[in-house]
């Protein structure tokens, strides 16, 4: 089975700009969860969806928004991008919702805003 | 809201050794899941191991076991035999568990390098 992919692996932006990330799950898997990882911060919980819903969500501004398709693609989107933002965002995948299910992550999307 | 803590930013081991990585964390939840992650230098997080908070028996994965001690709030990993693959960044990470969405919490995480 193939892993969970990630498009595209480096992206540089200038501030201002904006940016679409694209996550592929394992196939069947229906929750995809995105994170954010800096040295600064550490790794921080972004969203989780499910079945094209937003379940939950974590402490970042409205500038980062995501969505899940029909088949279970998910897309993570930052507006105005600012130099803070400059980080590995990585999507993970798994069977459910919740804990009871393993998460598989992909390699990441390192992103530079200048 | 949940914390995870990771006192030992950086570690080494020797290679066939035993090491142990320490981890507390900070909950008012009385289920949850703990995991261990591995992230390499290539960079690809691999989960370690998973301990379910419900179950008292710690989880062991090969050469990978977890020390879950619940009234401290402390679950440490212990790596026997140690590789030199295992050189990587470990994170300890605390997830609700709730079918209302998981809300993942990491620790900032151990760099461990096994030395030839």
């Known amino acids: 089975k193939a892993g969970v992919t990630q498009t595209p692996r480096y992206l540089i932006k200038t501030r201002g700009q904006q940016v679409t990330l694209s996550c592929s799950p394992i196939?069947?898997?229906?929750?995809v969860s995105w994170y954010q990882q800096t040295p600064g911060q550490g790794l921080q919980f972004l969203f989780e969806?499910?079945?094209?819903?937003?379940?939950n969500k974590g402490n970042f501004p409205g500038r980062f928004s995501g969505r899940q398709f029909s088949n279970s693609r998910s897309e993570m989107n930052v507006s105005t991008l600012e130099l803070g933002d400059s980080a590995l965002y990585l999507c993970?995948?798994?069977?459910?919702?919740?804990?009871?299910?393993?998460?598989?992550f992909g390699p990441g999307t390192r992103l530079t805003v200048l | 809201a949940q914390t995870v803590t990771q006192s030992q930013p950086e570690m080494s081991v020797q290679e066939a050794e035993t090491v142990t990585l320490s981890c507390t964390y900070d909950?008012?939840?009385?289920?949850?899941?703990l995991f261990w992650y591995k992230q390499p230098p290539s960079r690809q997080m691999i989960l370690v191991i998973r301990q379910e908070a419900y179950k008292q028996q710690n989880a062991t994965e090969n050469r990978f076991s977890v020390n879950f001690q619940k009234a401290a709030k402390s679950f440490s990993l212990k790596i026997s035999d140690s590789q030199l693959g295992d050189t990587a960044m470990y994170f300890c990470a605390f997830m609700k568990a709730d079918n209302y969405g998981q809300n993942f919490v990491f620790g900032p995480g151990t760099r461990l390098s096994v030395l030839p």
């Open positions: 196939s069947g898997h229906r929750s």
């Open positions: 909950t008012s939840e009385s289920n949850y899941y």
């Open positions: 969806y499910f079945s094209e819903t937003q379940r």
């Open positions: 993970a995948s798994s069977l459910g919702v919740g804990g009871t299910d393993t998460q598989y």
